[in-house]
């Protein structure tokens, strides 16, 4: 998920619907910043074990999901229903499609063995590649990003390879709410707290443990809102049914077929600066020094991430930059981390950087020139940088997997 820049947006400085969107996008998204748990309750705990243990152990399964999210800020209601339906058969095989007239998914990624396909209608065009490793590498990257989104992240649970780690990362709170009936179906409820977000989940009672609802609590994000000047309410629902397991999950759900009249490309996705030269900058920084890119030619590898204090994708994605260049800084390596805040005034940004306890190196691009030459138009733009100054990848946007990707490519670039 990502905000537009301020020159790509009608209101700069008010509460977007980015921001809502921020909250809820993963179940890991708090995960560089939580401690330890500090409130699980054991029967919660048990349950989950189940329901993940009922997900690795099936040799394939499918499910729809529909989701409906939307806000009220200021008076003006916003909602948007969306549907995919996803299959996997383990070891190599899984489809994410949309499911009729979905908003939310803008595309189609099936993997059926050692293929990779990705279908992006707006374009009319589809790519075909090798794949390889963990079914839950299509969840991770551009294509997912771009074609399903966060959202669909969130329903996608089941595909992770350890589900019990993703649902419980950054969770400090976890409570047994009983047995509820639900659509003629006895569920277990479930309340997990993160420091920013809430999830209130359904798993079906019974020998098959799955998840059936997922609902988020926003408050928090309400109470931001209301600092800013602003009455916000947003939700977001997730209901996942349709459930079929083992053989009823057939061959056609992977069959890769792209429709007439789609053109075949190498690539769908990358951004048009990796491979090039970086553009060089002289920025101030949060500690009165000015950071050169020249600097730290032919040493370093530098990262930089373009991020604001009103996008809320930005300030969800900021401990784990944080925690990111640490363990680099820690150990020794040869990485520079720069955040660099655009177009806002030095104290708002010291105001947040102190109130978050973030300790990261924060550069100051007042007239978004930088922003521009390395066409941040959405944010955070997380950009990597070789030792030679040559851009090798840009992320948009702040996915789960998100820092865990940046960290393989950086040990890449370190190791060449």
């Not at 790509?8 to 330890?36: F, G, Q, S």
């Not at 809320?312 to 680099?328: D, F, I, Q, R, T």
């Not at 955040?339 to 100051?364: R, W």
Request: glycine share 8%; net charge neutral; proline share 6%.
């Amino acid at each position: 998920m990502a905000c537009t820049t301020p020159a790509h947006r009608r209101h700069p400085n008010t509460v977007t619907a980015c921001a809502v969107a921020a909250m809820l996008t993963t179940l890991a998204i708090a995960a560089a910043r939580a401690d330890v748990p500090t409130k699980i309750d054991p029967q919660a705990t048990d349950v989950l074990k189940r329901m993940a243990k009922a997900y690795t152990d099936a040799p394939a399964m499918a499910y729809r999901a529909k989701i409906r999210r939307g806000q009220t800020l200021d008076g003006d209601r916003t909602v948007v229903e969306s549907a995919f339906d996803l299959a996997m058969r383990r070891p190599d095989r899984v489809s994410i499609t949309p499911a009729g007239d979905n908003p939310e998914m803008k595309g189609s990624i099936i993997r059926s063995q050692n293929r990779l396909y990705q279908f992006d209608p707006a374009s009319n065009r589809y790519a075909l590649s090798d794949a390889e490793g963990p079914l839950a590498d299509v969840l991770s990257g551009d294509a997912f990003d771009t074609l399903c989104g966060e959202v669909v992240s969130l329903a996608a649970l089941p595909m992770r390879t350890d589900p019990y780690k993703a649902v419980m990362t950054g969770v400090v709170s976890a409570e047994y709410g009983g047995l509820v009936e639900r659509d003629g179906v006895s569920m277990h409820r479930i309340a997990l707290e993160e420091d920013q977000i809430g999830w209130r989940l359904w798993i079906e009672a019974g020998d098959r443990p799955v998840l059936r609802r997922i609902e988020a609590d926003l408050s928090k994000l309400s109470q931001t809102a209301k600092q800013q000047g602003h009455e916000l309410e947003a939700f977001v629902e997730v209901d996942l049914a349709s459930w079929r397991f083992g053989d009823a999950v057939g061959d056609a759900a992977f069959a890769i077929q792209p429709p007439s009249g789609a053109a075949k490309v190498a690539t769908l996705f990358g951004h048009p600066l990796e491979g090039q030269r970086a553009p060089l900058f002289e920025l101030p920084g949060l500690d009165g020094k000015v950071a050169t890119l020249a600097a730290h030619r032919g040493k370093d590898v530098v990262v930089l991430d373009f991020w604001a204090t009103w996008c809320g994708p930005c300030v969800g994605s900021m401990p784990g930059l944080a925690k990111l260049a640490k363990s680099y800084r820690d150990a020794g390596k040869n990485v520079a981390v720069y955040a660099i805040n655009i177009g806002e005034d030095p104290a708002t940004v010291k105001a947040f950087i102190d109130k978050q306890k973030l300790d990261v190196n924060v550069l100051f691009d007042g007239n978004s020139a930088m922003a521009r030459a390395y066409q941040a138009n959405a944010i955070p733009e997380s950009v990597i940088i070789d030792r030679q100054g040559i851009i090798q990848k840009v992320y948009v946007g702040a996915g789960p997997d998100l820092h865990e990707n940046m960290r393989a490519q950086i040990d890449k670039l370190l190791d060449k």
